[in-house]
């Protein structure tokens, strides 16, 4: 029986994405590919909640060492938390150690620890750091840290990248020295398959057919724009609309405060159903450009896979972009952002969204057997 290590600083019952991911990992290689799997994670919670989600493996929980409510522990634990997941995990027998990017400098401590080939590792690239620090402007790119921190992390390449798009990897394979093979595993793919209308009772107390609604749901954090949220729920705020809320993050009480203004925006405390994300008639997903390859919102990639178009606004670069714009609408993250939405909410009706979102059964179709073939591949690597 093959033994596979995931390291992730999240996982269930933390509600954490990157944890929710590397649990749907464990569970398609525990099934089909009849694995071992062993999650190395720290002992927290993230945004204190935490879910229903029953936890896939053998789960092996590290306790953070210093106070995260203070700034000083945060950042110690940052850097603690990274050593101490990888230095663990190396130690525990595995046939391939799985090194997500949470905390940011997981993936320094895995070039450093695991570069002697004793231990096949992969590399998955949910978010991409110290890149995420230049971009969050914490850090600038010609600083010396930040320089340091890129060298090391780079120099000691992984046996494989597991990468969320194509456009993401290219950008990933220019910092190797070498070519690395690549697994493309685009996160935040529904995999479970519906049948039929979803029964009356399932439906959400603000499922509305006599009105369109937009919706945004998940994280808004530093990668995303909380302006250009405001301006859709500001601009939606006319007849025939409706727009649903439900987020969390460090922009989350900003969000939810200025949501209540408007009487057409719902707020939805503790996250929505999945079941309930169909019922979002156009799906919102934000990505600052300069986040572009350092992150790739899973949230579009799950409003695709349940049939939904999404608007996005970022850079055309982007994966979330290149990968959905035949069932998309683009708002660019320039002056023009205004202007677009207008013309975009003056053109949206039901027949023009019924259109897109004919469009995502093929790119679902696709999407599910690339995350099952990624799974396949990764329980052989």
Known sequence: MKKITIVSRHYPPNKNINGFLANQMAEYLIRDSHAE????CM???????TSSVEPNGKVVRIRQRFNPEKKVGKLLNMIYDGYMLIKRSKQHPSDLIIVTSSPPLLPFWASRLLKSGKRKWAFWSLDLFPEGFVAAKTIGEKNLLYRFLKKRTYKHAPDVLIAL?????KYIQRNYPNPVPVIILPAGVTLDETTGEPQV??????YNPDVITLGYFGNVGQAHNPEFIKQMIAKSAQAGFQFILSVYGIHAEEMKAYGKIFDHVIVVENGLAQEHLQYIDVHLVTLRSEWTHAA?????VTAI???RPIVFCGSE??????MFKEAAWFVPETQEMNTKIDELLAGLNPAEIFRKA??????????KQQVLDAYHQIGKA
């Open 37 to 40: 799997v062993t999650i190395f």
């Open 358 to 367: 004919s469009l995502t059964g093929e790119i679902v179709s696709s999407l």
């Open 201 to 206: 009772h399932e439906k959400p107390e603000w």
């Open 317 to 322: 670069e982007s994966d979330n972009w290149q």
């Open 296 to 300: 790739v919102p899973s949230k579009a």
């Open 165 to 169: 798009g194509n456009e993401q990897s």
């Open 305 to 307: 896979s349940i049939g």
């Open 43 to 49: 002992d927290m919670e993230a945004d204190g909640n």
